[in-house]
């Protein structure tokens, strides 16, 4: 069936509502507006639920609320749901703690282009710089800029310059970047058609890793990576991360060493299962 044209953004979420709620603010601050939001929800609360029902009727664009069963750690899964339930022909994926500058989304859509998938930036914050955001300083992207970052306890880095270069001068740090654009989960973006073509993410994987191993997937499909780190940037609020254990790296490793030893495109554990 053919998709219409413009963005589903996919966000991940689990029993965060704060800040899934500073995430759609930053959405409703995008210049490009033919957008829907999907979320993937793997298994939080009724607080989730009635946040995203009480910004349905605060925000601009529609939202879908795909939710499952908390069954532990299930992303890969409800991703799959997600872009199931997708209605534009591209995608954006990125996280329920990632909150959007407000060019986010049109960087994406001027970059695209066939056979290709886009690579994007983040830039971490500590806790106490991730308290300090609310609505206004989302609303008047003062959060996106380095001196009240700084002044609100952010520390001052190399990373900073994600935020302060912009035209040309981003352009060529995209270029000359050693880091290998790669698929995550905070900031990357590709055809639907082609995320379907791989199957999506493999249900067995847990934390760690599984947003490359679908890239890999792509780049092993003939889809090409392009770097736009330095050019579309999202902020990334800091949280704890229980669900990160030694033996779930050690199991999305060794898939991924066999994605790249067979140079694997699909993948038998996705969208569509194995008979």
């Known amino acids: 069936m053919m998709k219409k044209k413009g963005i589903s953004v996919v966000i991940s979420t689990y029993n965060s509502e704060r800040y899934l709620e500073l995430v759609l603010w930053g959405f409703q601050s995008q210049i490009f507006k033919e957008f829907e939001i999907v979320i993937a929800d793997d298994g939080s609360g009724f607080q989730t639920k009635a946040c995203i029902d009480r910004m349905s009727s605060l925000v601009d664009f529609p939202i879908q609320h795909i939710w499952q069963e908390d069954e532990g750690f299930q992303k890969s899964r409800i991703l799959n749901k997600a872009l199931i339930a997708a209605k ?42 991730s308290k300090a955001i609310n609505e206004q300083t989302i609303q008047d992207q003062s959060c996106f800029d ?8 952010y520390p001052s880095s190399k990373k900073r310059f994600k935020l302060t270069l912009r035209g040309w001068k981003a352009r060529l740090m995209n270029k000359i970047t050693p880091t290998t654009p790669s698929w995550n989960g905070h900031n990357a973006s590709g055809w639907l058609s082609d995320l379907l073509e791989v199957n999506g993410f493999d249900e067995r994987m847990q934390y760690g890793g599984q947003d490359r191993e679908l890239g890999e997937r792509l780049v092993n499909a003939g889809i090409k990576p392009i770097q736009i780190r330095y050019s579309a940037i999202c902020v990334h609020l800091d949280h704890k991360r229980g669900y990160k254990t030694p033996e779930s790296i050690a199991k999305n490793k060794g898939i991924r060493a066999q994605t790249k030893k067979k140079r694997l495109t699909r993948t038998a554990y996705g969208i569509q299962k194995a008979s």
């Open 146 to 153: 380095i001196k009240w970052l700084l002044e609100s306890g």
């Open 88 to 129: 534009y022909e591209y995608v954006v994926m990125t996280d329920g703690d990632c909150i959007p500058r407000k060019d986010f989304l049109a960087v994406h859509d001027q970059y695209k282009q066939k056979g290709c998938f886009l690579s994007g930036g983040y830039v971490m914050l500590p806790m106490k710089t």
